[in-house]
């Protein structure tokens, strides 16, 4: 690397030329900082949605009572929605009555 350019340029610089330019050189590091954080921001961002887990929610109405169950999947949610049902009645737990939806996070 030639450094005679480089001197010779700064040499030809005025002293209000060098001024301007460590104030742009200030504002790009003012702005390189600020987009540094926002980066840092959106990060955790992603990651913290990268952890959620969605959950969903299942009832069946029986004549003997309502059973629920919840999982990370609607065929979760439904299977614990009719284990709890064949607990107290299997005579109204039918698979095609079970109503399912994802929940609110």
Known sequence: MKIWPLILTLSVLS????AHSSQLHS????R????EVTVRELQNEVER???LRPT????????FGTFHGKGETSLEAKARTLNACEKGSKAFCSDDKVVCEKADI
Do not use: H, I, V
Request: net charge negative; with cysteine; aromatic share 4%.
């Open 15 to 18: 002293p209000s030329a060098l």
């Open 27 to 30: 504002d790009l590091d003012d």
């Open 32 to 35: 390189m900082r600020a987009l």
């Open 49 to 51: 949605l990268r952890n």
């Open 56 to 63: 969903f929610s299942c009832l069946l109405n029986t004549p």
